[in-house]
Structure formats: C-alpha cells, structure tokens
Antibody, heavy 122, light 111 residues
C-alpha cells in the first residue's frame, strides 16, 4: 500500500537550518508531483511547496520563498525540504503529500505522510 | 487570513445534513480551478474526501458530496454520524500566488 514516511524534524534555534525527508513506497514516485504542507499547533493547513514529477518545476508559498528549497531524488523515492533561516513562525507539523498529477498544479493531494514536527525556539 | 474562507464551525445532530462553504475569488475558484476537500480527524493526517469539485475517492461514503459555483464551493454531509466529527478543509489553486491555497478549516461537531 502507499506509504509516506517523513523524518528530520526536531528543535532548532532561530536562524539555523534543518532538512526534512519523506521516503515513499507503494507507487511510482517519479510519476507524480509532491508537496509539503504544514500545520502550526492548533492551526489550519498551509501549503508550503510543490515539485513536479521530474524536479524541473518548483513553486513556494510567499512565507517561505527564498528560505526553503524543495527537491527530490527519484532513484531513492525520497522528497526533501531544506529549511534555512528558520523563524519561530515556522514551528509546525510538516506533512509530505502526493499529488494526483505530474505537475501538481490545481490538483488534489491523495496521500499524506504522518507529519514530522519542527520546533523553532531558542 | 486564509485566501479561501470557511466558517470556523458547524454542527448538527446525528442523521442530519450539514454543509460547509468555501468562498474564494477570481484568482482561484472563480478562475475555474478545481476545489478539493479534506477531512482531518483529531491527531491524524488529512485525508482526501472530495477531488475535482465533486468526485469521491474510492472508499469515501456517498454521504459526502461536493459542488462548486462561481467563486464558491460547498461540502455537504448527509446522515451525520459521530465519526464525522473532524476538521474539514477546502483547497484550490491561486494563479496570483502561483500555488495551492487552503481554507482556514471548519470544525464539525456532531451534537
């Protein structure tokens, strides 16, 4: 069955960096766009970034543009989120999610990981 | 403030019908982009409930239905059950932001 397993979260000081990973199985990873979506404690969902099936197209929410980088390694079935210059407001549960299409534009997310918690605090 | 506007909460008794609205603008729902709905049970990851405005993934009961008109969309739940108590989110694409957007979420309480 489809599985998305996120990892890499933790407690980090403001201004520092962290890299999240999401290992997938149960579907052909290289055939789908992938997203990161976050949820601050007690708050709603916020879309963070999307990467197309081959990594050629990437888009970001304004709140993370210039600080976060989404990438993928199709040979390892793994999605990444490099987070730099972290701020307190980046504290959230970060979900990786599978898109239903190759480009990830205007489509839904049909499978989600369990989430990995990032806490930015001094 | 979320780009898509949802009521913070709705409630209904078991067996009743409730609807959750999702209001956007000309750069997202009104531009013709599809709306998708997710159910998030307490302490779990979101689950795709409706895709492409009105389509149900396999395994989603037909008590759940979606519709879209103009700059708004709606999720309807009929025959409310206790297990439906959850947070519900709408999602679409916004061409001025060049990215996906979510509604603020609606907490459904089954009385």
């Amino acid at each position: 069955q489809v599985q998305l397993v996120g990892s890499g979260g933790g407690v980090v000081q403001p201004g520092r960096s962290l890299r999240l990973s999401c290992v997938v199985s149960g579907f052909t990873f290289s055939n789908y766009a992938m997203h990161w979506v976050r949820q601050a404690p007690g708050k709603g969902l916020e879309w963070v970034a999307v990467i197309s099936y081959d990594g050629s197209n990437k888009y970001y929410a304004d709140s993370v543009k210039g600080r976060f980088t989404i990438s993928r390694d199709n040979s390892k079935n793994t999605l990444y989120l490099q987070m730099n210059s972290l701020r307190a407001e980046d504290t959230a549960l970060y979900y990786c999610a599978k898109d239903t299409t190759i480009f990830g534009v205007a489509s839904g997310f049909d499978y989600w990981g369990q989430g990995t918690l990032v806490t930015v605090s001094s | 403030q979320s780009v898509l506007t949802q009521p913070p909460s709705v409630s209904g008794a078991p067996g009743q019908r409730v609807t959750i609205s999702c209001t956007g603008s000309s750069s997202n729902i009104g531009a013709g982009y599809d709306v998708h709905w997710y159910q998030q049970l307490p302490g779990t990851a979101p689950k795709l409930l409706i895709y492409g405005n009105s389509n149900r993934p396999s395994g989603v009961p037909d008590r759940f239905s979606g519709s879209k008109s103009g700059t708004s969309a709606s999720l309807a739940i009929t025959g409310l059950q206790a297990e439906d108590e959850a947070d519900y989110y709408c999602q679409s694409y916004d061409n001025s932001l060049s990215g996906s957007v979510f509604g603020g979420g609606t907490k459904l309480t089954v009385l």
